[in-house]
């Protein structure tokens, strides 16, 4: 069992630029979430999907936008890097709200 | 929005101790969960706890769900190498307008000292 991927591991961007992060679980759970990883601020979440066909924001959504391709894929895109977006992502997800999720390995980004 | 906070930030200990931590709010969850995370991986999830009053162990681990709903405690009993890493507590209640998903203390680093 896979469980969460997540694609690419490392980044490393120039402010400005775009990239999507990938995530897939094959777990057929119905909720995803993005979080990301900052030293000592926890996790935070940007954006989750109770449902396929559904987004919505979390608590630090601002320079990020995401999709839910179907009910297996959640990508969390970046229009355009700024420094301050420099940090770990994660990808999670779960059947039901509430339940403990379940995390992929994360996607390392750097941002100059 | 809601904030657990989440003590001590950082244990060092020696191989074989017992070890406690705990998360507060000043807001009620409906599920409590604690997770393990070692360097360069996703957190892992130790115990979930979704009754106030609960107690639940997972080998050497023990976690309860406080009775008030507004904290969890994790304690490891006598205490190992690889236990080493960050351990998290995560907070979750149905919201009806707000944003969803689980809440995370800012975690305890754990350090083995043999």
């Known amino acids: 069992n896979a469980g969460v991927t997540q694609t690419p591991k490392f980044q490393v961007l120039k402010t400005g630029q775009s990239m999507t992060l990938q995530c897939a679980q094959d777990m057929n759970h119905n909720s995803m979430y993005w979080y990301r990883q900052d030293p000592g601020m926890g996790l935070r979440l940007i954006y989750y999907?109770?449902?396929?066909?559904?987004?919505d924001k979390g608590e630090v959504p601002n320079g990020y936008n995401v999709s839910r391709l179907n009910k297996r894929e959640f990508s969390l895109r970046l229009e355009s890097a700024a420094p301050s977006q420099t940090s770990v992502y994660f990808c999670a997800s779960c059947f039901d709200r509430g339940q403990g999720y379940t995390f992929g390995s994360g996607t390392r980004l750097t941002v100059v | 929005g809601q904030q657990l906070n989440q003590s001590p930030q950082s244990m060092f200990i020696q191989e074989g101790e017992d070890v406690s931590m705990n998360c507060t709010s000043s807001s009620i969850f409906n599920t409590w969960l604690w997770y393990k995370q070692d360097p360069g991986e996703g957190p892992v999830l130790l115990i979930a706890?979704?009754?106030?009053?609960e107690l639940t162990s997972n080998g050497r681990l023990t976690a309860q769900f406080g009775i008030t709903r507004k904290d969890s405690f994790l304690n490891i009993s006598a205490s190992i190498p690889s236990d080493v890493g960050i351990y998290f507590c995560a907070g979750h209640i149905y919201s009806g307008g707000g944003a969803d998903g689980l809440t995370f203390g800012k975690g305890t680093h754990l350090i083995i000292q043999p």
């Open positions: 999907s109770a449902s396929e066909g559904t987004t």
């Open positions: 706890l979704y009754k106030a009053g």
